[in-house]
């Protein structure tokens, strides 16, 4: 869908007051967006006086640059020779340094230390869908976060000063979906972050300006003037070059109404997570009434009363965390549950063999229970478990058919089906969806099989320049690793506003 560029003041009035052009948009209002806008809103990080970094290799390069903040120096340097859970170097050394030996489940002191300086920000927006906060606000409140709270905080705010000591001290120190979805929504107001986010939008393309007077002409404002001897647009008071991203959505006002906007960036930003779109198995009857792609499907049919203790069994498809979420809902309510995965339970790239089982017991209950397989021994009556299983069909008289490693059909009668077997992020909004930025282009983005590719230290794709992602999209699914990202695109839009004005001076020249 496309829609008319507005006049510059009732895009101004739809979406506060935001210039038409912008040097930073940032797409996603989830931790990743959150956390660049803190350090775009000029926030820096410095090795903190009297700090003492575990690490001596990097303790001694932090002092080497201990007048600069971390934004300021060499990245690549400063992360060479870090290991850990990450494969981005700069998210492992931002890591370091917030929580040094973090795998080690060690809680030591930052060495951080946070300084606010107003004229180093860079003006951006944040495009956000609802408020700050992202999925989190839509996640199933029943289940407890992976990582622990600490791992859960952005810079500057700890989560024990956010709830002022009251923090509710969860099943080994793991918090609840909404408390996480509450701090992420207080930090942006208590940092002072709230003029860069714009909620309710929804971002349906992002494109490339074509650097043709004509064309320019009907996409930019009488108010900005053209150098018709370059054909390019003038630089921005903040020393990028006028933009040549066009990034065009709607927002949704109060009345529920679609109002269309059109602005324009330098860079744009990729911030988005990786649960909207649901990954499909692609059968027959897969979009039959009762099966589904989500919990919170699951969990509506358990408030409603459609599925009880009474009734046939819910088919659960899938061996990850969402999977164990919902066997788990599904044995709390007393709800027989069928089980289907198509992995061995001996295959070392489950991830409940990577999960501590003195901090994760609920999880490994669930794969003590895969691991009986219960449909050769007939053993359990409230759980099935069917390892190295697929499915063949859905069938509309509330029937599945399975197909078993060794070719057998199995037919279940089933009262309900949650297929959870991963997502994928919707960007559509992009050419191809995206697929092009990836590290394979003939596949879809994928945070596990097919992360988007980019420069390590710089954020920024390979495949597009202006265009950075972070998070999820580059495989970094865990907030204790996407604030690198943050570092990162911060450091490296630093370093081309510094280049740019060192031009400018060099040559009196700004004309972009």
Known sequence: MHYVAMPLLEETALLGDVPFNIPVIVIGNGPSGICLSYLLSGYRPYKAPGSVHLNPILNNKLEEGINFSIVDQDLEYLSEGLEGRSTNPVALLFDALLHPEADFRFDYPSVVEWKREKHNKIPHIVLGKGPPGGSWHMMNGSM?????????????????????????????????????????????????????????????????????????????????????????????????????????????????????????????????????????????????????????????????????????????????????????CANHHGIPVLHTFRRSVTDP????????????????????????????????????????????SFVPDMKCILQTASGRSI????????????????????????????????????????PIDINPYTFECTK??????????????????LKGGALGITSCLVKRLKEKEQLISETGNDDG
């Open 464 to 481: 597009e320049s202006g265009i950075f992602a972070m998070g999820p999209l580059i495989g970094d699914n865990f907030v204790r690793f």
């Open 144 to 328: 407890l976060t992976i990582s622990t709270n600490s791992w859960m905080e952005l810079p500057g705010l700890k989560l024990k000063d956010w709830t002022n000591g009251k923090w509710r001290n969860l099943m080994n120190d793991r918090a609840a979906p909404e408390e996480v979805a509450s701090y992420y929504k207080d930090y942006v107001k208590i940092m002072g972050l709230q003029k860069n986010f714009i909620g309710n939008t929804f971002v349906t393309s992002v494109s490339k300006l074509q650097q043709d007077q004509e064309y320019i002409k009907g996409k930019i404002p009488k108010s900005v003037k053209i150098d018709t001897t370059t054909q390019q647009l003038p630089a921005t008071e903040n020393g990028f070059p006028h933009s040549p991203w066009e990034v065009r959505g709607y927002q949704r006002s109060g009345d529920g109404s679609n109002v269309p906007f059109c602005l324009y960036a330098e860079n744009v930003v990729l911030a988005i997570g990786t649960n909207d779109l649901p990954a499909r198995l692609g059968v027959e009857g897969e979009d039959l009434p009762f099966v589904f792609h989500s919990i919170s499907a699951f969990e509506s049919a358990i408030k409603s009363c459609k599925v009880n203790q009474a009734s046939d069994p819910v088919l659960i498809v899938g061996a990850g965390l969402s999977a164990a979420d919902a066997v788990l």
């Open 349 to 392: 790239a489950l991830i409940f063999k990577q999960l501590s089982k003195k901090l994760y017991p609920e999880y490994h209950k669930v794969y003590q229970k895969m691991c009986k397989q219960c449909y050769i021994s007939n053993s359990c009556s409230n759980y099935t478990s069917f390892p190295e299983t697929c499915i063949v």
């Open 411 to 450: 037919i279940l009668s089933i009262s309900m089906a949650l297929v959870l077997i991963g997502t994928y992020p919707n960007l559509s909004f992009l050419k191809e969806h995206g697929k092009y930025l990836g590290i394979d282009p003939s596949k879809p983005i994928s945070c596990k099989k097919n």
